[in-house]
């Protein structure tokens, strides 16, 4: 085995024997409930274990804190509520493989392992796994630690570039020279002061018993004893280890074994570098990069982004799948020429090459254009030229946004909020439009007109103060003020007023409460029709009514009223105290089924049904019938036919 597998070796055994502590440790999870609590709340890592299903059977406070779920909320859950829902399948693949075959996972971090709190955010997560033999069968055990940075994206990686930089330009990084034997002959301050050793515990020991034997490490080990007395001279070797008073650090080191004449045997040069910082900015920009790169092929709207010679650097799937183009035919490819030259458009080159280079963003730029494959559309775009340091260059984010279906609801809502003002200044009938205060905010040419009133002393006016308060009407408050907050819609509601100038009317007023999103507020649309008029003839027809109604009963002489289906409307005093009959067996009935079909007579057949058709008036008809009651009579008919519009 090399010494680069025996180095994973060791760390694979170390992770593991962690892992099995943690196993052991969790091992009487569910002995009694205040063990369990006491040892979950004592790690510093997230713990859940889970059973084969993925229900969460326990949780501890770190993983509450790091997911903002309670432990009551987590519990007798699908732990998949922790994963995002784009890498739930990945998770049921793993889970399924894991319970498989249960085993003893080390440490895992990767792009796909990521963490879903309660409130939509996501974090990268490092995960170990272990299991439990139960008498219930293999539980999972799940650690969780959360790797994500507190500083924003951009901050950490322009961070990381100046900290790179500066490391390049001025490092003072510490170093120590060692004698043939490993022990040390010198050091600088930067090694005193980096590993918080002094001069007197370091000058003349061996390099592994310093700081306490902190320096005792199986890397540096195979570096010295291994490494070096094969090559003279070894750069950039990796150690990493948990030193006694600075924590956990990796340590790039530089080896240099030479030969001094006036002392007659090697000494060791070993310059060190504290890279545990760079690995760690590393890290964030590769996550920063990757963060960015997953924002733009998540984003809905299409993007694209062009380098400063308005090339295609990268494109997202929106933009493709949108416009039907490929990667291949546009990356690399100018913008204009992509898609067999739809993109070059008068107002993308006015924006791109003038408007751009003066203003580094811009919003809201509008586009109207004829694409080969999608038709027309209108594209609202979005443009930012940034500059970027890495590649000493300006490139270009455009963000694109199909309004078309937006444009064309916008022009159908215009033409609606036109046709129904047109409705307004159409009706023949009054109508007025007040805000949720009661405030005329528009009224139509008929209500200026019938009222005597005009659209300056009108509009902005509470309804009430309306030509010199003629609108204030009490039945119109109940309306507005008690009625319509309680039912948005009520209609015939009467109105009787004296009118300023144009004296006393009834009114019937339509009205309806409706919401408007666009002010966000309630308006009321109040319709009115005089009816003056109209209750006058009411009046005039009831009171002919009437009037013909006291003729009926006053005549002496039997009447009867039919339906043009022959059947009894009303008939008067004489008609029953001659035949025999009473309203209630006569009304709604049939002429000829009265008094038990007794006038079911062939001569009055011939007059209603072949005659009257004919000739609407008929006088000194003669028919004579045996009646049931009355005995043999002879009576004679005069039968007129009228519109009966006006009978109730």
Not at 67 to 84: H, M, R, T
Not at 290 to 311: F, G, H, M, Q, W
Request: net charge negative.
């Amino acid at each position: 085995m090399s010494i680069p597998d025996l180095e994973e070796e060791d760390a694979r055994v170390e992770r593991e024997l962690r892992i099995n502590r943690q196993i052991a440790l969790a091992s009487g999870l569910f002995q009694d409930d205040v063990t369990v609590r006491t040892i979950l709340e004592s790690l510093a890592e997230g713990v859940v274990i889970i059973d084969n299903s993925g229900t969460v059977l326990l949780a501890n406070t770190p993983i509450e804190q790091m997911f903002g779920y309670s432990k009551k909320d987590l519990v007798g859950n699908p732990l998949a509520v922790l994963v995002p829902e784009r890498f739930r399948k990945l998770y049921e693949e793993h889970h399924a493989q894991f319970f498989a075959e249960p085993r003893v996972i080390s440490m895992v971090q990767t792009p796909d392992l990521v963490g879903l709190r309660q409130n939509g955010s996501e974090f990268p997560l490092e995960i170990s796994l272990g299991f439990l033999e139960t008498l219930n069968g293999v539980l999972a055990l799940v650690f969780v630690s959360d790797v994500s940075i507190g500083k924003q994206w951009q901050t950490e990686i322009q961070d990381a570039r100046e900290y790179a930089e500066n490391i390049v330009e001025t490092v003072r990084e510490p170093l120590v020279v060692l004698n043939s034997d490993l022990k040390i002959l010198t050091a600088n301050h930067s090694f005193y002061h980096t590993f918080k050793v002094t001069p007197e515990e370091t000058i003349g020991n061996f390099i592994y018993d310093v700081g306490n034997r902190q320096w005792d490490i199986p890397g540096l080990r195979v570096l010295l004893e291994k490494i070096l007395p094969q090559d003279t001279v070894f750069n950039g070797y990796e150690v990493e280890h948990d030193f006694l008073d600075i924590g956990h650090k990796i340590i790039l080191l530089n080896a240099q074994q030479i030969f001094r004449e006036n002392i007659g045997s090697n000494i060791i040069l070993l310059a060190m570098e504290d890279i545990t910082q760079r690995k760690q900015l590393e890290a964030e920009i590769q996550d920063a990069r990757e963060y960015a790169e997953n924002i733009v092929e998540t984003v809905r709207e299409p993007l694209v982004v062009l380098n400063s010679d308005l090339k295609v650097l990268t494109g997202n799937h929106s933009f493709y799948d949108t416009f039907k183009v490929t990667p291949e035919e546009t990356i690399g490819n100018f913008i204009y020429d992509v898609g067999n030259r739809q993109w070059d458009i008068s107002q993308l080159r006015v924006l791109l090459e003038e408007i751009l280079p003066q203003d580094t963003v811009f919003n809201g730029y509008e586009v109207e254009h004829d694409f080969l494959d999608i038709g027309r559309k209108i594209i609202l775009l979005n443009a930012r030229q940034i500059f970027r340091k890495n590649i000493g260059s300006h490139i270009i984010l455009l963000a694109m946004e199909d309004i078309t279906e937006r444009k064309r609801l916008e022009a159908e809502i215009q033409d609606a909020r036109e046709y129904a003002e047109n409705i307004v200044e159409t009706v023949r009938k009054p109508l007025v439009v007040l805000n949720s205060d009661l405030k005329v905010l528009t009224a139509n040419h008929s209500f200026y007109e019938t009222f005597k009133v005009t659209p300056e002393e009108t509009i902005g006016n509470f309804i009430y103060d309306v030509g010199n308060r003629q609108w204030d009407i009490p039945q119109l408050r109940v309306l507005l003020e008690e009625i319509l907050p309680q039912d948005t819609v009520f209609n015939g509601y009467e109105v009787e007023h004296d009118f300023l100038d144009i004296g006393r009317k009834i009114i019937l007023l339509n009205a309806r409460q409706i919401f408007r999103e666009n002010i966000g507020s309630h308006i009321i649309l109040l319709a009115m029709e005089d009816i003056t008029e109209r209750k006058r003839l009411e009046a005039e027809i009831q009171d002919a009514r009437e009037y013909a109604e006291n003729i009926v009963e006053t005549v002496r002489e039997p009447l009867v009223v039919l339906n043009s289906d022959l059947k009894v409307l009303t008939a008067n005093h004489s008609f029953y105290e001659t035949f025999k009959v009473t309203p209630e067996g006569t009304i709604g009935k049939f002429i000829y089924d009265l008094g038990n079909r007794q006038w079911d007579i062939p001569g009055l057949r011939v007059l209603f049904e072949e005659i009257l058709p004919q000739d609407t008036v008929f006088n000194g008809y003669e028919v004579e019938h045996d009646f049931l009651d009355i005995g043999r009579k002879i009576i004679l008919l005069n039968a007129r036919q009228i519109d009966g519009r006006y009978y109730k």
